[in-house]
């Protein structure tokens, strides 16, 4: 198997690190333009609400990934990525540019100082079959915390209501996985769609997980 990596970063003392709209956008923003292997101004391209990457400001040389982004998943005090080096040590050198990229930021915008991510960020490889073909669909399960947290105790009533709450929920690359245009140009999901079997694939196996679902086979992965 392909080595891939599932990193998720917290919040210091679990505080929210999206606080609104503005900082989502930011942040996503910041997995496109920080996946590269140059230093980069972030200043180059930005997010529109409908259209994935608006316009360049100024004309640049393409990228030279570090990762491959295969999935992600946002969340109010953290997040979730499902990564996969294109070079030596190309995790860690992305998750620092990262996450200092995006504490800049957010200590700017808030006017305050200090850590904003809780220590160094956690790593887990995925080295069994098994791993790979749940962690994915985990990691875009993570938004029923919000509404349905009964969903880790397989005790959600009704999972077509998990499904439509999830199909609302833009901050995770769970819709481009479904075709339904989001942020594509942030994920190489070239590697997983072969794996499902396109977006249809995807859908039909996302949805029998979520029915199914056994948090136990991956205990060892999910970084929570």
Known sequence: MVEIVHTLSRGVDKRKIFLDTQDYFRFIHDLFEFNDIENVNTTFYR???SNDIARRKIERKPRKLLVN?????????HYHLLLQPR??????????KLNMGYAKYFNQKQERYGTLFEGRYKRVPI?????????????HCNPLDLKYPEWRERKVSGYKNALAYLD???????????GKKNFPSVTQRELLLDFFGGHGG??????????DIDLE???DTVLE
């Open 168 to 178: 609302t929920y833009r901050w995770s690359s769970h819709l481009d996985y479904l």
């Open 127 to 139: 080295k069994h079959d098994a791993h790979f073909i749940h962690i994915p669909y985990y990691i």
């Open 69 to 77: 982004i295969l999935a992600f998943c946002l969340m109010p005090n």
């Open 202 to 211: 995807y859908a039909r196996c996302f949805q029998n997980w979520l029915k």
């Open 217 to 219: 086979s991956i205990r």
């Open 87 to 96: 070079m030596e040590d190309a995790i860690p050198k992305f998750m620092k």
């Open 47 to 49: 997010f529109s609400q």
